[in-house]
């Protein structure tokens, strides 16, 4: 039960992934009061398949979720070795499987709704949940006195208002909070002299197209039975690569349907404007016809495509900061990056971790606010905008968009190539499964209790 006397009040504004699972987090701290707002009328989550690695498997087992999500799963996970995907150049006539990546446990896939599901239906009473709360804008209220700092006021599209002391920004790539904090920073430094700095700030108000659009659908296995029975996707997840293309497909929903996801990308427009709908229902004709000369099991893949939705790939240019003062963003609103790591929801689950335990800490008071999202920020920012640029590069790689894979054929010479690609997208991916965020909750808590323990909190890790 939660505290009558709050030692401070968290808002959260989004109810996706990432904003849930920071309620749940928070919600171990019966002293701090949280409150959900969603702009929709009720919580829906777009998309079709989610993907799960060890890393942030172990945070959803210390939230008591991993019961309930294991069922929800494909397969219940285990730390066993399975395979997580299977690479296949598929972009000619016989298709060729050059490697699997094998890791502990290997993907643990859902279906979105089902993954959602499971999250509100654990979410704890004294989180208070509000919809059809479109954040416009923040301000800063007067101070009650001059040793508590002011109330944060959220004004809301449908002319409402509410009053908080921390604002958390979980509201996607188009995200409110993010708007309002960067250009309250610009502001800043523009009034002390820094140009430069203010336009750094301006810079990541705007999401930016990468050039790439995804086309995604899903259908059902038995469909995919129909047209070949024995079709590797009814029994793992595979990545199709192809020239400035891809196709990811895996089974969700218990196996019982199929999550799709094609890729066709423009290298050469990335950082453009985009035009049109970000995300709109397209016909499967053109899809369909741009894989014609695909291998026969991406023909048959291709023929349970009945509907389609083109998503515009959109990515946020790195922060500077992913806070100011008593605001801060997680997620997509901090770092909406491409899904070439299936990394995006696991990342945003990791920022609503950190963000728990830097306000949870026994050392977070209503006038240390600031400083304990100064400690998030200067641990989740660099890790995560890391795991974006290895997503970038994995997507690069997939789509052989990468100095030297042009002009394959069938030699062997090829197969070295496809050796080698393989290499980097799995050197890439080993966060996931070789390290846990233990060791950032560690030099969190040092930064936190003032230890020299805490200091490297920017260091890179080697490539």
């Known amino acids: 039960m939660s505290s009558p006397n709050p030692k401070f009040r968290v808002a959260i504004c989004g109810g996706g992934v990432g904003g849930l699972i920071a309620a749940h987090a928070l919600a171990r701290f019966p002293n701090i009061q949280v409150d959900v707002y969603e702009a929709a009328r009720e919580l829906t989550e777009v998309g079709a398949g989610i993907g799960m690695w060890p890393r942030t498997w172990r945070i959803l087992q210390t939230l008591g979720l991993d019961h309930d999500l294991g069922e929800a799963a494909v397969i219940r996970p285990t730390n066993l070795p399975r395979v997580a995907f299977t690479f296949r150049k598929g972009d000619q006539p016989l298709g060729l499987s050059f490697n699997q990546l094998i890791t502990p446990g290997g993907l643990i896939s859902f279906h979105r709704p089902d993954f959602q599901k499971v999250i509100v239906n654990h979410l704890p009473p004294t989180c208070r949940l509000h919809t059809s709360k479109r954040l416009v804008s923040y301000l800063y209220g007067p101070a009650a006195s001059s040793v508590q700092p002011p109330p944060i006021y959220l004004h809301f599209r449908d002319g409402t208002t509410a009053v908080c002391d921390v604002l958390i920004g979980a509201d996607g790539i188009k995200s409110s909070v993010r708007t309002s904090m960067l250009r309250e920073l610009a502001g800043k430094a523009q009034a002390a002299g820094r140009p430069q700095e203010a336009q750094q700030h301006l810079a990541g108000i705007d999401a930016r197209w990468s050039g790439a659009s995804m086309f ?248």
């Open 216 to 463: 995604r659908t899903t259908f059902s296995a038995d469909a995919l039975r129909q047209q070949l029975p024995g079709h590797r996707v009814l029994r793992e997840p595979v990545v199709y690569l192809g020239k400035d293309t891809q196709l990811t497909v895996y089974p969700i929903a218990r196996g019982t349907r199929i999550n799709f996801a094609a890729t066709i990308a423009s290298f050469g427009m990335e950082n453009s404007a985009f035009e049109g709908p970000w995300v709109e229902d397209v016909p499967p004709f053109d899809l369909i016809t741009h894989f014609s000369r695909w291998e026969p099991e991406v023909q048959s893949l291709m023929q349970c495509v009945s509907n389609l939705s083109r998503w515009s790939m959109h990515t946020v240019h790195p922060l500077q900061t992913f806070v100011s003062g008593r605001v801060a963003v997680l997620g997509d609103a901090a770092h909406c990056m491409l899904p070439y790591q299936g990394a995006g929801a696991c990342q945003a689950i990791e920022d609503a971790c950190m963000l728990a335990e830097v306000l949870g800490h026994p050392n977070t008071t209503l006038t240390t606010l600031s400083h304990a999202l100064t400690v998030y920020d200067a641990i989740r920012r660099p890790f995560a905008q890391r795991i974006a640029e290895k997503s970038r590069e994995n997507g690069m790689l997939f789509m052989f968009n990468y100095p030297g894979l042009d002009n394959f054929s069938s030699h062997n010479e090829d197969v070295r190539r496809l050796s080698e690609v393989y290499y980097r997208i799995r050197k890439n991916w080993e966060w996931a499964w070789e390290t846990t965020i233990d060791e950032d909750v560690v030099r969190a808590r040092a930064l936190l209790e003032g230890s020299e323990n805490g200091r490297g909190s920017e260091e890179e890790e080697s490539s």
